[in-house]
């Protein structure tokens, strides 16, 4: 048995996350062609190396497939329900940073909060026989925000890319999708109301809570998390 850690396979967040490791003492590198998913780990003792997609880590941890995987932190709390009971957060690495907000036309000039939000979807019903439709791919995490601040009247339509758009192209009314600096949501005339953060994410190291573990498997991830500077 050995400690399988998942990894972003391509990207931005594979080289930040094979830099932050790096950092520490503990080499990851790709092996293969850029089509294969394979890799390599130094420096740690019984740790293999899984490459996947950022979207694939938070079912993997969760199935105990894998003992340990970064991802976002928006990914794990969309995917997974009740996601404290399911893995265990040890390490924020401090980059693929996002929020994911709610935003609307910016010449929505009277909706500005979720109140005016909430009003306005009323409105919306009241004057075109069905629900405003907000679209996003993070349905656990908007839904449950939505509730807390009280919004109704309103429908979430799925969208696993260019969200931004869905308001030009009329399938959508607002939108909930992550944002790093905005310049996406001003370019499609969009604006994000004052209290619409729904959840501020970066990349963390998350540990599996469900995965088998072997007493070789215990000493392998004792020996990682402390030469990661995460103690035991």
């Not at 990894?7 to 089509?35: H, I, N, Y």
């Not at 939108?175 to 905005?182: E, K, L, N, R």
Request: aromatic share 6%; net charge negative.
């Amino acid at each position: 048995m050995t400690i399988k850690l998942g990894v972003p396979s391509k990207g931005r967040l594979m080289e930040k996350t094979f830099d932050w490791f790096g950092a520490r003492g503990v080499t990851l590198e790709r092996t293969g062609s850029e089509r294969e998913y394979s890799g390599a780990v130094s420096g740690a003792d019984g740790v293999e190396l899984v490459l996947l997609s950022a979207g694939e880590i938070p079912r993997e941890l969760a199935a105990g497939r894998i003992h340990l995987g970064v991802t976002g932190t928006d990914l794990v709390r969309d995917k997974l329900p009740i996601w404290e009971q399911q893995v265990e957060p040890l390490a924020e690495l401090g980059f693929g940073h996002a929020d994911l907000i709610i935003a609307v036309p910016a010449c929505w000039v009277d909706v500005e909060t979720l109140d005016d939000l909430d009003a306005a979807a009323a409105a919306f019903r009241a004057r075109h026989g069905f629900r405003l439709r907000i679209a996003t791919k993070y349905h656990r995490l908007v839904r449950e925000f939505l509730r807390e601040a009280g919004v109704a009247d309103y429908q979430l339509v799925d969208s696993q890319g260019a969200t931004e758009g869905t308001v030009k192209n009329l399938t959508a009314e607002a939108i909930a999708d992550i944002t790093s600096t905005g310049e996406t949501l001003r370019a499609n005339h969009l604006k994000i109301l004052c209290d619409g953060m729904v959840l501020k994410s970066q990349a963390t190291l998350f540990r599996a809570r469900s995965a088998a573990l072997e007493p070789a498997d215990r000493k392998a991830l004792a020996g990682l998390r402390e030469t990661l500077g995460l103690g035991r």
